[in-house]
């Protein structure tokens, strides 16, 4: 396996374009999260999957921003009409719930920064 | 609300100590975590604590107080490598990550 991969690593695209960004989580992992970072600052929480079924979704998550899992394999986190405030590192992550009790080790993935003109 | 506090930035010369501290004010605990995070790269797990004390592996050791809200890092034998910025995230009652802000840790020779 060689772990979390996302692409694409670099998008540049111009306000109001859609962008797709695609992650394939570690195949033996159940719970599949994405992360927006900016620039000096923690990653900050938008949804995660538990297999196929989106669990969670942050409240502070514009309409814009949809993401799927379908089959519980690979996810798609789309932005529509982006803006550019939007422009930020996204980071995806995976982990096996149950790897310690009540907790989860996640793996990242090396991310897809998005430049919005 | 949820807080974490993390130092913005230190700096440490390679072969010394350093101790990166972490409080926390969550809604209910269930571990804390330490991540390490290179320039442009993607969070690497380091540490997992959920019970009070200090957890050790080679030159990294990580300790936590419950009851203080209250962690830290520990880093011996700095190496230039080292210079990464190191991010703490408490898993809520909720079992969500809530992350800090990361602290840039800057190594000189």
């Known amino acids: 396996d060689t772990g979390v991969s996302q692409d694409p690593r670099h998008k540049i695209t111009k306000r109001g374009q859609n962008v797709t960004f695609r992650c394939d989580p570690i195949?033996?992992?159940?719970?599949l999260y994405w992360y927006r970072q900016t620039l000096g600052q923690g990653p900050e929480f938008l949804t995660y999957?538990?297999?196929?079924?989106?669990?969670?979704k942050s409240r502070l998550l514009s309409d814009r921003f949809s993401a799927e899992r379908p089959k519980g394999s690979f996810s798609t986190l789309e932005i529509q009409r982006t803006e550019q405030g939007d422009s930020a590192m996204y980071l995806c992550?995976?982990?096996?719930?149950?790897?310690?009790?009540?907790?989860?080790?996640?793996?990242f993935g090396a991310g897809s920064r998005l430049t919005v003109l | 609300g949820q807080n974490i506090d993390q130092p913005t930035e230190m700096t440490a010369t390679e072969g010394a100590i350093v101790q990166i501290n972490c409080t926390y004010q969550?809604?209910?605990?269930?571990?804390l975590f330490w991540y390490q995070q290179h320039a442009g790269e993607a969070p690497t797990f380091l540490s997992y604590?959920?019970l009070d004390g200090l957890e050790e592996k080679g030159r990294f050791s990580s300790f936590l107080s419950r009851s203080k809200g209250y962690s830290y890092l520990l880093l011996k034998e700095l190496q230039m490598k080292d210079s990464a910025s190191y991010l703490c995230?408490?898993?809520?009652?909720?079992?969500?990550?809530?992350w800090g802000a990361g602290t840039k840790l800057i190594i000189k020779p």
């Open positions: 969550t809604s209910g605990f269930n571990g």
């Open positions: 999957f538990q297999n196929e079924a989106q669990l969670e």
């Open positions: 604590n959920v």
């Open positions: 992550a995976s982990s096996l719930v149950g790897t310690f009790s009540g907790a989860n080790v996640l793996t």
């Open positions: 195949s033996e992992h159940n719970r």
């Open positions: 995230a408490v898993l809520d009652s909720n079992y969500q990550l809530i």
